[in-house]
């Protein structure tokens, strides 16, 4: 019977020749990532926890500083240090303060037909490059870097076909947005959501990172795109070659199937407080906000700025709101410069920061207070996510999150 | 769903939290594989009793652990916290042996392990849901946290109601039995005694 992506690249990691949904694998692991979110706790198990720790390979693991930095108080600089002098002991690769870790791993590691665990739920953004990432616990974590190995349900796989293009001003972060709206939060548990058809190949990089690092917002293992020329050029820019590109087989079998056409797809937000609870933009424009957030491993790439700056350049970011605008690595952070997207924000009244995950996770920069109002690209906007308990947070495009930073409420780039 | 693969009995003498034990699991042609696996013991009665509270669809783990306390230095500093966005007086109300019904895709969002640390530090013995997110699901496993799948439980449950889980069974409540997934030996059951483990362990160069 044939396969998919997703399956093929577990037969290949287990050493056999196919697998089927159910069935459950010893499966070798290409890389794992770990940042300071759990790290810290990963190194007090393995350090207190086993007899006689070792660890399988050190040149498959990676640290990455990215969700408290620089850190902003004595508990995360030393949950930091205890995660730096581990990675320096043990030779471990090392990142801090260079992007969000999706975004560095997508940068410099991550090859198609890899199978990739990361200790932080968004690792399914890998699938951008014909890879299964996936996110997993720090238990999870600790025995992969302990065996190199772990254990995968192989899970059903969910076919999107995508046909189409997107039109002018709509962003593959409206697409993902109404995908989740209309399959729902749980809609693909334990699935792959596998993005395919013509539309899947007018979608840049970018655009792929954005729709597969959502996926588990709708309960998915992971999401997938078949590894195609788009993904080699980009492999090609960053010196790497391929591990494996898989293709899904004509006969390889989906749980189950959906269509979107692309040139219907129209801005959308995701209202309080959760993902899937999607409405057309224009239902949320007028309601009154108090901070914007351009960034994240989401939707923090040098072709987000560019739709922001684009909108904003030479208007002001309303005086009721902070325009927080964060790009996901330096490397793009530098591009921004030169193309001078940074100037242009900064003039608007932006505030510009360094690399991070900021407050798309409530506790870095720029967390909101009471009964607050955010507007982001950020990946989540569950009850408190992004500060205090009682605060909003509306999830939009690049483009919605701008021109409702300039006009103090949710609005689209038309009515600026 | 994989809960419904472990082990009927796990054996709680000859292995310790923390171990790396041998499991042998059975693919769906037959074929044994064994596996490595690090133990973080589930504890399962038989049969057990316990007062309910009832929570919605769609809790996820900002609002079992909102990110801010994450820092906080143990589990048992960050669980007065925990609910605390939805319910802020839930954690300190909670007693030991109480269960949570819930709604569908409990413990959707981040991969945060403390989630369901938190949970079973509060005294949580169970957690009943129409459905679970996945990370949270295989975090639950690997703390020992038991999680039981039943679709109707939740429209009918009141809160302050006890229920009783028969394993395997089914749950009763209010005089109806409302079944659950066995959970069948033959996919997954771990090789007796430390004998193997302590082989394997040699094998990996552990001890």
Known sequence: ????????????????????????????????????????????????????????????????????????????????????????????????????????????????????????????????????????????????????????????????????????????????????????????????????????????????????????????????????????????????????????????????????????????????????????????????????????????????????????????????????????SQTIYRQALKEGLIDIFMEAGAIVMNPNCSVCWGSCQGVIGENEVLISTGTRNFKGRAGHPSSKVYLGSAATVTASAIAGKIALPSEI | MFFAKIPRHTRQNAITEGDLECILTHNCEGTEQLSLYLVRYIRIMEKFTGRVWVLGDDIDTDIIIPTEYLALKTIDDMKQYGFSPLRPELAGQIQKGDIIVAGKNFGCGSSREQAPEIIKALGIQCVIAKSFARIFFRNSINNGLLLIEQPDLHDDMKEGDTVTVVMNEHVDYNGKQYPIASLPENLMSIIQAGGLVKAMRKLNGLD
């Open chain 1, 1 to 328: 019977m044939g396969m998919t992506i997703a399956e093929k690249i577990i037969a290949a990691a287990a050493g056999v020749d196919s697998v089927k949904p159910g069935d459950i694998h010893t499966v070798q692991l290409d890389r794992l990532m770990s940042n300071d979110g759990t790290t810290h706790l990963t190194v007090d198990m393995y350090k207190n926890k086993l007899n006689h720790p070792h660890i399988a390979d050190t040149k498959k693991l990676v640290f990455i500083v990215d969700h408290n930095v620089p850190s902003d108080c004595p508990k995360t600089a030393a949950s930091q240090k205890k995660m730096r002098d581990f990675a320096k002991e043990n030779n471990i690769d090392f990142w801090e303060g260079k992007g969000v870790c999706h975004q560095v791993m997508i940068e410099n590691y991550v090859r198609p037909g890899e199978l990739i665990f990361g200790a932080d739920s968004h690792t399914c953004s890998y699938g951008a490059l014909g890879a299964f990432g996936t996110g997993v616990g720090c238990t999870d974590f600790l025995y992969g870097m302990v065996t190199g190995t772990s254990w995968v349900l192989v899970p059903e796989s969910v076919k999107f076909n995508l046909t189409g293009k997107l039109p002018e001003g709509v962003t593959a972060r409206d697409l993902i947005l109404t995908i989740i709206g209309e399959v729902g939060a749980n809609g693909c548990n334990y699935q792959v959501m596998e993005f395919t058809g013509e539309g899947a190949k007018t979608l840049s990089i970018s655009d792929r990172m954005t729709l597969c690092n959502m996926a588990v917002e709708a309960g998915a293992k992971t999401g997938i795109f078949e590894a195609d020329e788009k993904a080699m050029e980009y492999l090609k820019e960053h010196g790497r070659e391929p591990k494996a590109v898989f293709h899904s087989d004509p006969d390889a079998k989906y749980i189950r199937e959906y269509t979107f056409d692309l040139s219907k797809v129209r801005p959308v937000v995701a209202k309080p407080d959760f993902v899937d609870n999607v409405v057309p933009a224009e239902e949320a424009c007028g309601i009154e906000i108090n901070e914007a957030f351009l960034g994240s491993c989401n939707n923090g790439r040098i072709e987000d700025l560019r739709v922001g700056a684009e909108i904003i350049k030479g208007k002001k970011v309303s005086d009721k709101v902070r325009f927080l605008v964060v790009p996901a």
